[in-house]
């Protein structure tokens, strides 16, 4: 069974702050990626970041950045200087059996308020 | 970007109809999907293949079948729509562990089952 939890369904930040997504997951793989995926109203599925389990280090891209605690299963997304474009829904996902299938979360919708 | 092409975009059907929808890539990836995303839900998988003629189950599989006979296209049916398969379905490819483990998706297909 699925056992990835992002436990905000909606979240609203102030443009220009910063802004903390969480998700947390379940794996039995040892070495794996985890990933954000953003979706505007496009509906096009874009890949914000990816965190490479076997690395210590969080990843980062421009403005967004993870906080990754692997013993804890837990794999946060920050948003600093947040911008109107932001505003999306907000996947995160993992890999479950043979690392070749992704699980997704049910997602955050986040608004970015003017 | 990634070459998917979903088609069709989006199709409007009564219960009880089949209903074929369509993945095609140019990327020679050797995993495609097929999810469905539903309000609340996020992304479920639905199948997923490994290869030409290798395919296999998701989590929500029931009243879908699946078919690949080429590397570039694999094909979603619904023997016979319910209105429960009205939904946004978005297919995936990835070129597995071997890459980044990284799925690249389609705009995303829009059933209605009337």
């Known amino acids: 069974a699925q056992t990835v939890t992002q436990s905000q369904p909606e979240m609203s930040v102030q443009e220009a702050e910063t802004v903390t997504l969480s998700c947390t997951y379940d794996?039995?793989?040892?070495?794996?990626?985890l990933f954000w995926y953003k979706q505007p109203p496009s509906r096009q599925m874009i890949l914000v970041i990816r965190?490479?389990?076997?690395?210590?280090q969080n990843a980062t891209e421009n403005r967004f950045s993870v906080n990754f605690q692997k013993a804890a299963k837990s794999f946060s997304l920050k948003i600093s200087d947040s911008q109107l474009g932001d505003a999306a829904m907000y996947f995160c996902?993992?890999?479950?059996?043979?690392?070749?299938?992704?699980?997704f979360g049910t997602g955050t919708r986040l608004t970015i308020i003017p | 970007d990634a070459g998917i092409t979903q088609s069709p975009r989006h199709k409007v059907t009564e219960t009880g109809t089949p209903v074929t929808l369509r993945c095609h890539q140019t990327?020679?990836?050797?995993?495609m999907y097929w999810y469905r995303q539903d309000p609340g839900h996020g992304l479920r998988l639905i199948h997923y293949?490994?290869?030409?003629?290798?395919?296999d189950k998701g989590e929500v599989s029931d009243g879908y079948s699946v078919s690949r006979s080429k590397t570039e296209d694999f094909l979603l049916t619904l023997e016979s729509a319910t209105s429960s398969q009205t939904s946004v379905y978005f297919c995936?490819?990835?070129?597995?562990?071997?890459?980044?483990?990284?799925?690249?998706f389609g705009e995303g297909s829009r059933l209605t089952v009337l």
């Open positions: 995936a490819i990835s070129a597995g562990q071997g890459g980044t483990g990284e799925l690249f």
């Open positions: 794996t039995s793989e040892s070495d794996y990626y």
């Open positions: 965190q490479e389990a076997y690395k210590q």
């Open positions: 996902a993992y890999p479950t059996i043979g690392n070749e299938k992704l699980t």
């Open positions: 990327e020679n990836h050797r995993y």
């Open positions: 293949s490994y290869g030409v003629k290798d395919t």
